[in-house]
């Protein structure tokens, strides 16, 4: 078993295979990262992101505009719990650097700012709709996990973890997933796991404490009884989807959902949805 | 007369020594090789590259092309006794 830590995307990116020798493909794992952090970071101007961001249209890589694709997909099967166009949302919470640079700001927020806003893509064409901005941090990881795992398992089965984001290529990984009072250890065999919560990504503005999980319906860090959310799903990017469904609408109607996951509420219960219950 | 042409095959002789000479010469086998083009021996370097890369993406998706569409649609996990390898973490 070969490991292999470094830090992309603002989290912890952890890369484990069953092989001895597999430094090639940990390189490329490593590279590939960096490639996807260089076209999907809003917090490098120079991005491909912050270039659509800026100009509203262009003629997008192949990455970006799968990116964008599978996230406006998300926004519609998940009816708008899910949405990229958060950014300016996010902005306003003050969440407009790469988080280890955001303080804490005894200044009043400014008024919250639903998403919503129209994407278009046609190809390799992205046009936004006037005033509209994406995030796509989030999925970003996953993307870059799903990516990288591939690249990986050249060498062997693998597992990539990016912060929240799991992707598995072959092989049984035992994966613990904190819960509220300990770590449960999920073996997974195949697709791909996400964690989303409040507690890590938090900052206090205008005296009250904000997260970075902005209800796209309200514009504001959302208002909701769980602390964080886990789930499996077929891939990362899937997973990471679900999970801010899930997180968004609350441990009662969260309880309910078939998909495999660990609910963590904030007044310390733990719940086990789908095929875990 | 073997006289006359013992001296015809004499300066022929001399002529063929002479062009041979003079192309041995003109040939400067004694000058260092003159160092490639670094264009070239770039583009050289980079089809290289491009080769392995070209080589890796066929191998990404033969192996894609392996794992079969059903198994990739429904995750497979379960709650173990283990210890674990890693620990997620909110993203």
Redo the contacts between chains.
């Keep these: 078993m070969t490991r292999r830590t470094f830090r992309a995307m603002g ?2 990116i ?1 890369l ?1 295979v069953d092989a001895d020798a597999a430094t090639d493909e940990l390189d ?1 794992a490593e590279a590939e990262f960096e490639r996807l952090e260089a076209i999907l970071s809003r917090f490098r101007p120079e991005s491909e992101l912050s270039r659509l961001n800026r100009d509203g249209a262009i003629e997008a890589s192949a990455d970006l505009a799968r990116v964008v694709e599978l996230a406006v997909a998300a926004r519609e099967r998940t009816a708008g719990r899910f949405d990229p166009t958060v950014h300016d949302a996010l902005v306003a919470a003050g969440y407009d650097r790469s988080f280890e640079e955001v303080e804490d700001d005894d200044a009043p927020a400014p008024p919250a700012a639903p998403a919503g806003g129209g994407v278009l893509v046609d190809g390799h064409r992205i046009e936004l709709a006037p005033g509209v901005r994406l995030d796509l941090g ?1 999925i970003g ?1 996953g993307y870059a996990a799903e990516r990288a795992a ?2 990986l ?2 060498a062997g089965d693998c ?1 990539v ?6 992707a598995v290529r072959g092989g049984s ?6 819960t509220a009072d300990g ?19 938090r900052w206090r503005r205008g005296g009250r404490e904000i997260h970075h999980l902005i209800d796209p319906r309200t514009g504001e860090p959302a208002e909701t009884d769980l602390l ?1 959310v ?1 789930v ?4 990362a990017v899937e997973a ?1 989807v679900v999970a801010k469904e899930l997180f968004f609408a609350g441990s009662s109607a969260a309880a309910g959902s078939d998909v ?1 996951g660990v609910l963590v509420t904030r007044d310390g219960r733990t719940l ?1 949805t789908g ?2 219950a | 007369m073997a006289n006359h042409t013992a001296r015809l095959y004499a300066v022929a002789l001399a002529l063929v020594v002479f062009f041979v000479g003079w192309a041995a010469i003109a040939a400067r086998p004694w000058a260092p090789t003159a160092a490639a083009d670094p264009r070239l021996q770039a583009l050289n370097v980079r089809a290289a590259l491009l080769k392995q890369r070209a080589a890796f993406i066929s191998q990404v998706t033969a192996l894609r092309a392996k794992q079969p569409a059903a198994a990739a649609a429904s995750p497979a996990v379960r709650v173990v006794n283990l210890p674990p390898l890693t620990v997620t973490r909110t993203s």
């Design positions: 989290t912890d952890e484990l490329a989030g990881k591939e690249l398992a050249l597992l973890s990016a912060g929240g984001d799991v990984w035992p994966v613990g997933v904190e770590t449960l250890t999920l073996e997974l065999t195949r697709g791909g796991l996400a964690t989303s919560g409040r507690d890590r990504r964080r886990t499996v799903c077929s891939d990471e495999p086990l095929a875990l």
